[in-house]
């Protein structure tokens, strides 16, 4: 919010994501009058099988799986 909060703005957007939403609040608190922050489907990321997925659930599923996906490459691998 403190980069965009001298910068004029005519409106915020965000993707349904959640973090996309928490970064527009961060703008809306420098610049309230743009209240309310519009939420577009089109806005979502591409080529990701996670949109839409919370961020507290991916660390929870994905993160570790690829984790212990890495975990094992580095044992297969010597690496440490």
């Given amino acids: 919010g403190q980069f965009l909060k001298d910068r004029p703005l005519a409106a915020v957007y965000s993707s349904p994501m959640e973090r996309a939403q928490e970064t527009a609040g961060l703008?809306?608190?420098?610049?309230?009058?743009?209240l309310p922050i519009t939420v577009d489907e089109?806005?979502?990321e591409v080529h990701t099988p996670h949109d839409g997925v919370p961020h507290h659930v991916l660390e929870k599923t994905y993160f570790d799986h690829v984790w212990q996906?890495?975990?094992t490459l580095c044992l297969i691998n010597n690496l440490k």
């Fill in 27 to 34: 703008i809306i608190q420098q610049h309230p009058k743009l």
């Fill in 69 to 71: 996906e890495v975990c």
């Fill in 42 to 44: 089109r806005l979502n």
